[in-house]
């Protein structure tokens, strides 16, 4: 939908540089096709990251927090005890605790944002 809109933003801006055609204009309607640009490319990165923490969510613990893997994994993005930490004072969140399934899902996405996916074995399933 966001994308419909923007591309329709887009196309208005388009015709309006046509039709009035000044230089004040044509900088005006040149820097707000480029913030919508810029909006839309961020609301595709944070749609990806999104689906990407989902998949690595349900390939790891079938959403089921409270599961415990075969290594001293646990909770729904299945995290080792030194790996969550280590993410969280990378963050710079010391406060985050390792059961909470908030906690793990907020250091997942900031995993993946930060392209450390890598360490969820389910992530070379989701690519």
Not at 58 to 77: F, K, M, N, Q, T
């Amino acid at each position: 939908m966001r994308a419909i809109i923007t591309g329709v933003i887009v196309s208005l801006c388009w015709i309006i540089l046509i039709l009035v055609n000044t230089e004040a204009q044509q900088k005006y309607i040149s820097e707000l096709k480029a913030e919508y640009e810029k909006r839309l490319e961020v609301a595709q990165f944070e749609a990806d990251l999104y689906k990407k923490a989902v998949m690595i969510i349900v390939c790891e613990s079938d959403g089921i927090h409270h599961r415990s893997g075969r290594h001293g994994e646990y909770g729904l993005a299945q995290f080792k005890y030194e790996t969550f930490n280590r993410f969280k004072h990378e963050m710079g969140e010391p406060q985050l605790e390792w059961r909470n399934k908030w906690d793990q899902l907020k250091v997942l996405l900031w995993a993946i944002a930060n392209k450390k996916e890598n360490h969820w074995t389910c992530n070379k399933y989701v690519e």
